[in-house]
């Protein structure tokens, strides 16, 4: 699966974590930065990471900044992305099985190493909307989210 990765300062080292991780389990990352930890501003990064995701250039994305939230407000902006933030890995799960999340979110700051990969793993693994009631309420959100972006 081709992934997209950004990140701001908050997030390069664990962002770099996921990234060797992902690629020895054999995905292909994109890496739109940023590569160090000096400051820079989020949007710069997430910006055209979640614009690969909207067009269909990588399949999801993954991306880390400080808390989270920053990164999923700025993907949620494209039509196509359905971002979420786990700070766990039930979250992570029910992001895939009752959202068909396909950009994970993550806060660097608040989420260690082992917690983080195993976020990760469990958002890697999960099959999206496992029953039918989600994939119902899918469509319904698929559906506002096309009444209400714009497409690229």
């Known amino acids: 699966m081709k992934i997209a990765m950004a990140n701001d300062h908050a997030g390069t080292q664990l962002k770099n974590q ?28 997430i910006y055209p990471a979640s614009k690969a995701v909207a067009t269909g250039e990588c399949e999801r994305g993954i991306f880390v900044d400080g808390v989270g939230y920053g990164s999923a407000m700025i993907a949620n902006k494209f039509r196509g992305i359905f971002a979420c933030v786990c700070q766990d890995p039930v979250c992570a799960e029910l992001a895939r099985q009752h959202n068909d999340a396909n950009v994970l979110c993550i806060g660097g700051k608040l989420i260690g190493p082992v917690l983080a990969m195993a976020i990760v793993q469990t958002w890697m693994s999960t099959d999206a909307l496992t029953a039918e009631r989600y994939a119902n309420r899918r469509i319904k959100v698929a559906k506002i989210d096309e009444e209400r972006t714009v497409a690229l």
């Open 18 to 45: 996921i990234k060797a991780w992902l690629e020895e389990q054999g995905h292909e990352v994109v890496d739109f930065g940023t590569y160090d930890e000096e400051g820079c501003d989020l949007s710069d990064f």
